[in-house]
């Protein structure tokens, strides 16, 4: 009975010193939120946010830093950027300092910046600037013992960036932020960087299209002329330097367009005489230089003056032209007709026993129809008279150098059976309408018989004949050169020039 009691007896010991505990937290609880808001009473008791600090006084400082958390998008075709970021703003207002510990600090409602003085801060490059209010208005107030107030908010910022294109894309932009005062002077507000921190960026943003490379920040004095008055404005300037990524326009345009200049070359180991496989790879390739550049400039302003892309794309289609206008050259000087083949003298055995032959049945032929036919022979006669005329011609060499159209090697005779001798052609052949007979003009065939030689029986197996076509053409053998070598020339004194232009090229050093 004893142990029981004394057990009861601590318990309800405990649960009244626990109690009493309670208690006194909830009092001193009460005290403290009693204390904070006479002190805030206390201190905006008779305060008129409509003043600055030390009013009639020296000029109110205010101190300012970034927290870049993430860019983009960033326009050349409008010529702006965007940024998210924290905008923190600090000032010391005398006004608001309590007595205390300095390490106490009050954070605040945002209740109390109506009731408080605050900076009127403007972007001066600003476009479309806005405070994120999801799922709450994004700010918050701080109130330190010594009158100092710490105001922060999130921003999005659109502002402008006056581009220079000359080096696109091998370009550095140099994007600036400015802001200050919309209505105080320098005699009333200066701001000024935060010593600790004045822009900082966030470890994990990333660009698809740049690299944040430099923030270099300042102070600045914009002076403004009103009325014949001048008033200065206290400023404060960061510069964005972003440097622009290439390869998605290598990818896209350089390699494309490399490829193109290349592919036209092939036009130079085609034979000059295929000019319709030629023009038709010259006209090919030059609207397909077309279209590409054309593509490659819809992503930017009209700028007046040329970037380096489009040097580089003119100067490709440069090359592909200069292809079309080489092969206008070659073609010109060429020496022997389109299409046409050229038969060596290596049959001159086989065409001297083909004039034998023609001799001997051109002489029968002819004495068997003198009786009949007195015209047959003037037209005979005319027709030796002709052949010996060509033979003198050739030094009295019985062989003949033909040449003859590709679609005519073979020449069909006069309706019936068809002759399976081919015989020489000395001029072109004409084509009869009527019964679609090729005739060569140097001979004459009586009407109503077809040419024959007497003994068909002594035909001879002729060697095949192989054609002798075109040579190639010096200028296309020069141009196989010359072109690969001028414009890797010129690649190498472009793609130099602008990366040493834009520091790109000492980068790459001190990176390695």
């Known amino acids: 009975m004893l142990q029981r009691f004394l057990i009861l007896f601590f318990i309800t010991e405990m649960?009244?010193?626990?109690?009493?505990?309670?208690?006194?937290?909830?009092?001193?609880?009460?005290?403290n939120h009693q204390n904070i808001s006479t002190l805030l009473d206390n201190l905006l008791r008779g305060y008129d946010n409509s003043v600055r600090p030390d009013f009639g006084g020296p000029p109110a400082i205010i101190e300012v830093d970034i927290m870049v958390r993430s860019m983009g998008p960033i326009s050349e075709v409008d010529m702006t950027y965007s940024m998210d970021c924290y905008f923190r703003q600090s000032w010391v207002d005398k006004r608001l300092a309590f007595a205390g510990n300095s390490k106490d600090t009050l954070a605040l409602s945002i209740s109390m910046l109506a009731r408080i003085w605050k900076p009127d801060t403007y972007f001066y490059n600003g476009k479309q600037s806005y405070l994120h209010t999801i799922t709450t208005p994004n700010k918050f107030v701080r109130l330190y013992q010594d009158g100092?107030?710490?105001y922060s908010s999130r921003l999005t910022i659109k502002a402008g960036c006056p581009?220079?294109?000359?080096?696109?894309?091998?370009?550095?932009?140099?994007?600036?932020?400015?802001?200050?005062s919309f209505g105080y002077t320098s005699q009333d507000v200066i701001y000024q960087w935060n010593r600790a921190r004045q822009v900082a960026i966030a470890e994990d943003m990333k660009l698809s299209q740049f690299d944040l490379i430099a923030t270099p920040a300042a102070n600045h004095t914009d002076t403004v002329v009103n009325s014949d008055i001048k008033s200065e404005y206290s400023m404060?300037?960061?510069?964005?330097?972003?440097?622009?990524?290439?390869?998605?326009f290598l990818i896209q345009v350089y390699g494309p367009c490399i490829l193109l200049v290349v592919l036209s070359w092939v036009s130079f180991w085609l034979n000059r005489e295929a000019t319709a496989d030629r023009v038709s790879l010259g006209i090919t390739t030059v609207l397909t230089m077309t279209f590409l550049g054309l593509e490659a400039r819809t992503d930017l302003p009209k700028v007046p003056y040329p970037t380096a892309l489009d040097f580089f794309v003119f100067l490709s289609f440069t090359f592909i032209f200069a292809t079309i206008i080489q092969f206008a050259v070659v073609h010109y000087f060429t020496k022997y007709g389109s299409g046409e083949c050229y038969f060596s003298n290596e049959l001159?055995?086989?065409?001297?026993?083909?004039?034998?032959?023609w001799k001997s049945s051109d002489t029968k032929r002819t004495s068997t129809e003198t009786p009949f036919n007195e015209p047959g022979l003037?037209?005979?006669n005319s027709t030796n008279s002709k052949r010996t005329n060509y033979q003198g011609v050739n030094g009295g060499q019985p062989h003949l150098l033909e040449v003859i159209p590709l679609s005519m090697c073979s020449i069909p005779i006069t309706s019936g059976r068809r002759s399976s001798h081919n015989f020489p052609c000395i001029g072109c052949a004409e084509a009869d309408e009527d019964d679609k007979t090729y005739i060569p003009s140097g001979?004459?065939?009586?009407?109503?018989?077809r040419l024959s030689f007497q003994g068909q029986k002594h035909r001879r197996k002729k060697k095949k004949r192989t054609p002798r076509f075109n040579s190639v053409s010096k200028i296309d053998r020069a141009s196989r050169i010359f072109f690969p070598l001028l414009f890797l020339t010129i690649n190498l004194f472009y793609w130099y020039s602008y990366l040493s232009r834009t520091k790109r090229i000492q980068q790459l050093n001190v990176a390695y």
């Open 15 to 31: 649960n009244w010193a626990l109690s009493l505990t309670t208690k006194a937290s909830k009092i001193r609880q009460r005290n």
């Open 148 to 150: 100092r107030v710490l």
């Open 163 to 180: 581009m220079n294109l000359e080096d696109f894309p091998m370009d550095i932009q140099r994007c600036p932020l400015k802001f200050g």
């Open 236 to 248: 404060l300037l960061v510069s964005f330097h972003l440097q622009r990524h290439m390869g998605n």
């Open 348 to 357: 001159s055995s086989e065409s001297s026993s083909d004039e034998d032959d």
């Open 378 to 380: 003037k037209k005979s």
């Open 443 to 449: 001979i004459n065939v009586i009407s109503g018989q």
